[in-house]
């Protein structure tokens, strides 16, 4: 298994992975294809593979950035393809320089295990939809 940047060629893969989880992920306003990393079959040297997981990070400023699209193929879940997907992200973010990462999720016990939690002060994010 290989992670790495997504790019445009991806993307609808990566579409059709986020497609199979109707229940769990927004469908309309993705990410960029180049705002995913991916998860494919095979080593580094074999590029091509098929690609088994995504995820995004959507960088909004310096101070804020959000892991969205979180897929992993029912076959391959409960290998930790998850959890290196949200650390490249984070990688990433941190690179970027942005010091405070968001999700918001329907499975917040898997984030908790990444170290993400409530904020210390203001204990909830809370967010209103207006389009
Ligand atoms: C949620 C999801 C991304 C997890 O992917 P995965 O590759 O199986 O996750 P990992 O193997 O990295 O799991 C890491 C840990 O989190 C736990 N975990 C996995 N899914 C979990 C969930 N939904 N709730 C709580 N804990 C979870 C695992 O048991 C594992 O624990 P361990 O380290 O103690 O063994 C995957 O189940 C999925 O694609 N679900 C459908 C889409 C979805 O719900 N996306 C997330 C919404 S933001």
Request: with cysteine; hydrophobic share 45%.
């Given at each position: ?62 101070r804020l950035a959000e892991i969205r ?12 393809i998850a959890s290196e997907l949200i ?45």
């Amino acid at each position: 298994m290989n992670i790495r940047r997504a790019v445009a060629e991806d993307f609808p893969a990566v579409r059709e992975l986020i497609r199979q989880f109707p229940e769990q992920l927004m469908q309309e306003h993705l990410p960029d294809a180049e705002e995913f990393f991916v998860a494919e079959e095979g080593s580094p040297a074999e590029m091509g593979g098929r690609i088994i997981a995504c995820c995004a990070l959507e960088v909004y400023s310096k101070r804020l950035a959000e892991i969205r699209s979180l897929a992993v193929l029912p076959e391959h879940q409960g290998k930790g393809i998850a959890s290196e997907l949200i650390n490249a992200c984070l990688k990433a973010a941190k690179e970027q320089g942005v010091y405070e990462v968001i999700s918001i999720t329907g499975s917040p016990a898997f984030f908790e295990k990444l170290g993400f939690g409530t904020f210390n002060k203001e204990k909830y994010a809370l967010i209103k939809i207006i389009g």
